[in-house]
């Protein structure tokens, strides 16, 4: 590698390093629950070395230790990490049309919501180097949070294992609750999330339907919905702009 990749990698790894501290704590979160749900140590720590995604892991770690079908967790995954396929085509315009296909797909596995926000700001096209640089910490810090999270689990009590697994249930309120307080869309969002996950369990036919196909019913339907009647305001505004210019 010359001076010159070497400062591009340098780069792109200092970019990434506050990805990494907040990778290492939710993924010790991850670690903690996987351990709680059924997983050993090193099936947690493998999950998150291949995966580098929160919700698809969190989502599919849960199928798989429910014994989902193999068709279930595939689409789960599919419905959960669809963005994904537009973060790749986006972020495929700033690579160039010269860079090798064996390149993308090694840069496709470390794009992530945070990974892609950084690399899709900066000025000029992405190069390969500087986004390897930048994928490096966020993967080192999601597999460390993992394992420390997951060999904590367990070291501990059964009894304080099982109160940590309620303790994740007040991290996602934790998260979602700030931003809730910001955006009221958000939070309708939550509340018919929840009153339709309860109003489902409620219905004797819908209680022979596995919960990862629950899951891709109510995730579909309602970001449509959700999609349909609040729509982003920004979207809007370029609406206007367009018809203001023409």
Known sequence: MNEKKKQLFIEGMKASIPIASGYFAVSAAYGMAAIVQGMTVTQA???????????GQFSGTTLICAQASLVELVLTQLVINARYFLMSISLAQK???????????????????EIYAVAISQTGAVKFVWFLGLMIPPIIGWTLGTLLGASASSALPDQLVNALGLAMYGMFIAIFVPVARKERPILYCVLLTAFVSVGLNLIPAFRQV????????????????????????????????????E
């Open 45 to 55: 720590v493998m999950t998150s070395l291949l995966n580098l995604t929160s919700a």
């Open 210 to 245: 596995s919960s990862g196909y629950t899951l891709i019913m109510i995730t579909v339907v309602i970001s449509a919905f959700m999609a349909w009647r609040f729509p982003r305001e920004d979207a809007n505004q370029n609406d206007d702009l367009e018809s203001e210019e």
């Open 95 to 113: 690579t160039g049309n010269k860079m090798p296909l064996k390149k993308r797909l090694i840069m496709s596995f470390g794009i992530t919501d």
